[in-house]
């Protein structure tokens, strides 16, 4: 067994009834990585949260754990927490309580955190001892990420730990979970935001529809180089729009739809990355001020819409 | 796709991980025991719950104490104002019909099914990875707060009635006297005794809370239970099937107060209600452990868990049934005419002197009264046996000192669980007046109307 991985898995499978949640996934986490797991609806994301979790055992394949393997009489690991499908807390306590009844439940007191110091790192020390009724969605998700850190885990597994974050809040679990890695704990988590798994993740993997269409660094999708959508916003649209029309390899779209908003000084165009650098020259080369260009879609979620055969967004939608 | 790790673990959490021996210890069962506790105290219903409980019998007690009506057609109510143990039992009857159920209901019933409608469950295995142990967890956090709340209804109505009346000797089902040392042995007893239906309850309750999960249902099912089987006790059902319901054991604790004691029933309710309690808790750990946490869609209700729950439960029915008509030889009602004249007979012959006391006159014993009863049913007509308000019988007994046979007539009620009321019909000189003025201070007349309990199962 390999010490330094901190989860393993091969030929993973798990059915629910007439459902194939996971199909022969293979997964492999590094120690004290961030590691993603990307898809839509329905890909299996959670079920395979649960299972390194020890919610539920595979129906097929191999799970080893912090070294240990995982299985029907086998159960995860000590060092291992996390929440799936949102921290579970009870709204009749407050939050100190939460945390402190949670500890309580800890085999060993020597790998029990400090109550104080978990609701500090995730910046609810104020909030300690209102009651979880009245919490908002994002200081619930804090909390719950407080809760798991209370255990000192080695193996953090977090399902859309960035769900109903305002961006402060963000930035502060974010904060936490590059201090953990690099503190050697592996991270595991799920996200719809692809702006997330870039910021925080050295490897993603997306599924769909139970398999595995992608693992590796979110830079690798990106380096793949697919024609995405730029938005461009100009200060005489109507001359960026010209120049954009002119230079090969680049397409105008929503043409219309663009005109037709009240930031009517947005074009889309559509382009690979060297016809876009080609654009941008000419462009400076006309004398016309640019004040955006930006994807309309990041390059990641261009890629997961792509892999996963989601229904790419306009230039339009995607703004909404 | 197996990264290398280039960089050591910095410290702490993350430092070392030791192949194959990190298997998960076990969280003991108390501590998750203790954080079952600390929900269970958060949440105002039981926290209203413990307040009603271990403050509104005493005051409801003392309250009626204050009345000039008593509720006399509830079991012991008719001596409120003679003793301070007769408002527990008025209680204890009372609860029996409606607190423990909601009791059950509140405690036991929600146990589980909160963890599904706070969408706790995942949070809850994740930290302590032990189906079992958090079912264990729960069954006994469920049994002390059930406990808990019924040793209040037990405290404060002794209380309350103490504070109204004091510790003054009890009238037994049977008319005799117990003492104030004898009645609090008694009426703790009954209380004990109560505990084991509502064990049964409490099951079913956890049994419900696991199979219908977030659906009210579950959380209702100790009070439906708890409904059915008390209509079940009214209806003239064979002694047999009675017996078998652990609903019985909230009637029979009657038996603690005649003299002999009907302890058969007692007995049997218990055991059935504990093999009830056993069956429904192994089921609810059955259906627990099989439960599937991966998929929140499902919270367990469905076909499979009703019928892994209701099917065994009337298996275990028809076999207490069985075996308590193999157990006891009983048959029919129960109630037959030779054991409501010995009843009804031993009763008047208990209270007669407590008559005579009251009224100033020489004291007389029971024996020397050589009391008989004739009754008869329907006037005669049809079977001599059996519940019902057409019972009516002629007590007869010899008067001390006067070498004369006096009688009186008494019209009957029995209910199929055995327990009577009996209503003076005349002479009015011995059961014609409600009050008896004692040293210008009126109280009941004992013989005016009283209770009695036929014992369904023995012919004594």
């Not at chain 1, 993603?36 to 329905?42: A, T």
């Not at chain 1, 994002?138 to 305002?166: C, I, Y």
């Not at chain 1, 397409?251 to 990355?273: E, G, K, L």
């Not at chain 2, 009050?435 to 005016?448: D, E, R, V, Y």
């Amino acid at each position: 067994m390999d010490t330094t991985i901190a989860v393993r898995g091969h030929g993973i499978t798990k059915v629910f009834g007439d459902v194939v949640a996971l199909d022969h996934v293979d997964v492999s986490v590094a120690q004290g990585q961030i590691y993603g797991l990307v898809g839509p609806n329905g890909a299996g994301k959670t079920t395979l949260l649960g299972l390194m979790l020890g919610l539920a055992v595979a129906d097929e394949g191999d799970l080893e754990i912090l070294g240990t393997s995982v299985g029907r009489g086998l159960p995860a690991p000590d060092g291992v927490s996390g929440f799936v499908d949102g921290p579970g807390l009870y709204p009749t306590l407050t939050a100190k309580q939460n945390l402190a009844t949670l500890l309580s439940l800890q085999p060993d007191d020597s790998l029990a955190g400090d109550v104080g110091d978990a609701l500090e790192q995730v910046g609810l020390t104020e909030a300690g001892d209102q009651k979880v009724r009245g919490f908002s969605l994002g200081m619930r998700q804090r909390l719950g990420l407080a809760a798991a850190l209370l255990t000192k885990p080695r193996l953090l597994v977090l399902d859309e730990p960035s769900n109903g974050l305002d961006p402060a809040g963000k930035r502060q679990v974010h904060q936490v979970l590059r201090r953990l890695a690099a503190q050697g704990v592996t991270v595991v988590l799920s996200s719809h935001r692809m702006d997330d798994l870039e910021a925080l993740c050295s490897e993603v993997t997306i599924l769909a529809k139970g398999h595995v269409v992608f693992s590796g660094p979110p830079k690798k999708l990106t380096d793949d180089n697919h024609e995405l959508d730029y938005r461009l916003r100009a200060l005489d649209p109507s001359a960026a729009h010209a120049v954009a029309a002119a230079t090969p390899g680049v397409r105008v779209v929503q043409d219309s739809d663009a005109v037709a908003r009240p930031d009517n000084d947005v074009i889309v165009v559509r382009a690979r990355t060297a016809a876009l650098d080609e654009l941008l020259a000419r462009i400076v080369r006309a004398n016309i001020p640019v004040r955006e260009l930006a994807p309309v879609v990041s390059p990641l979620e261009a890629a997961f819409l792509s892999l996963t055969d989601q229904p790419a967004l306009t230039g339009q939608e995607a703004d909404q | 796709m197996t990264t290398p790790l280039t960089d050591a673990p910095a410290a702490g959490a993350g430092a070392a991980l030791k192949p194959g021996t990190a298997g998960r210890r076990p969280v003991p069962v108390v501590r998750i025991l203790r954080m079952e506790l600390v929900k269970q105290f958060s949440a105002w219903r039981v926290r209203l719950l413990v307040l009603l409980c271990w403050l509104g019998p005493g005051l409801l007690v003392f309250a009626i104490d204050q009345q000039n009506t008593l509720p006399s057609d509830t079991l012991f109510g008719r001596w409120m104002h003679a003793t301070g143990w007769a408002g527990s039992l008025v209680v204890l009857g009372v609860a029996g019909t409606w607190a423990l159920p909601l009791v059950t209901s509140v405690v036991a019933g929600d146990v589980f099914a909160c963890e599904d409608r706070l969408g706790t469950w995942r949070h809850l295995i994740i930290a302590v990875r032990s189906h079992r142990r958090i079912f264990a967890a729960k069954a006994i956090a469920s049994v002390t707060v059930t406990g808990l709340l019924v040793a209040g209804l037990a405290v404060s109505s002794m209380l309350g009635g103490l504070l109204a009346e004091g510790n003054q000797p009890l009238v037994g089902l049977d008319g005799h006297l117990l003492t104030g040392g004898d009645a609090v042995g008694k009426v703790l007893l009954a209380w004990v005794c109560v505990l084991a239906p509502t064990l049964a309850l409490a099951a079913i309750g956890l049994l419900g809370s696991v199979a219908l999960g977030r659906s009210p249902m579950g959380l209702l099912l100790p009070m439906i239970a708890a409904l059915g089987m008390q209509t079940a006790q009214m209806l003239p059902l064979p002694v047999t099937v009675r017996l078998a319901l652990p609903g019985y054991t909230f009637i029979s604790w009657n038996g603690l107060f005649t003299d002999p004691q009907q302890l058969g029933p007692l007995l049997i309710g218990i055991g059935v209600s504990l093999v009830w309690a056993v069956v429904a808790t192994a089921l609810a750990c059955l259906l627990f452990l099989r439960r599937d946490f991966t998929n929140l869609n499902n919270d367990g209700a469905g076909r499979r868990a009703l019928t892994l729950g209701v099917l065994p439960l009337a298996g275990v029915l028809a076999a207490t049934v069985g075996a308590v008509a193999v157990g006891t030889g009983a048959g029919g009602s129960g109630i037959t005419q030779d054991k409501v004249q010995r009843s009804v007979a031993t009763v008047f012959s208990h209270l007669y002197p407590s008559q005579q006391a009251q009224m100033h006159q020489p004291a007389v014993t029971a024996a020397q009264l050589q009391t008989t009863a004739a009754c008869d049913k329907s006037e005669g007509l049809g079977a001599q046996a059996g519940p019902g308000n057409d019972w009516r019988c002629t007590v007869s007994w010899n008067v001390p000192g006067y070498n004369v046979t006096a009688q009186a007539i008494y019209q009957v009620d029995v209910t199929p669980t055995g327990r009577y009321i009996a209503d003076g019909d005349g002479p009015v000189q011995v059961n014609g007046y409600f009050l008896i003025i004692n040293a210008g201070k009126p109280t009941p007349n004992p013989l005016w109307q009283f209770d009695g309990n036929v014992d369904l199962i023995s012919d004594h």
